[in-house]
């Protein structure tokens, strides 16, 4: 069965780094994603990452935010620099088989999510 478990959430101050991590139990996927809800919103695509390297990310965090996989793409990670607070938010990884381009949010498992705190 697959599993995402994902780490390295926290608190931090703005301006502060953050990487997180999923691993998927295992499997290698095509496309694998990070996403985020932060209080009283809805669930937004923050980074997706194709196996063939393709990348795309959201325009607030652009520039801030690399998300990139191990040499053996079963890990994802989502490097976070100069963290705000308004990236406040629980944060979900998420994987598929499908190799679809951009933010859509159509993945096929889903982590329990990490949260991040970043205060002012």
């Known amino acids: 069965q697959v599993q995402l478990v994902e780490s390295g959430g926290g608190s931090v101050q703005a301006g502060g780094s953050l990487r997180l991590s999923c691993g998927a139990s295992g499997y290698t996927f095509d496309r694998m994603g990070w996403f985020r809800q932060g209080p009283e919103k809805e669930r937004e695509a923050v980074a997706v990452?194709?196996?063939?390297?393709?990348?795309y990310y959201a325009d607030s965090v652009k520039g801030r935010f690399t998300i990139f996989q191990d040499s053996t793409k079963k890990t994802v990670f989502l490097q976070m620099n100069s963290l705000k607070p308004e990236d406040t938010a629980s944060y979900y990884c998420?994987?598929?088989?499908?190799?679809?381009?951009?933010?859509?949010?159509?993945?096929?498992?889903w982590g329990q999510g990490t949260q991040v705190t970043v205060s002012s």
């Open positions: 990452i194709i196996i063939d390297g393709r990348t």
């Open positions: 998420a994987a598929d088989s499908r190799r679809w381009p951009g933010l859509r949010d159509d993945f096929s498992y």
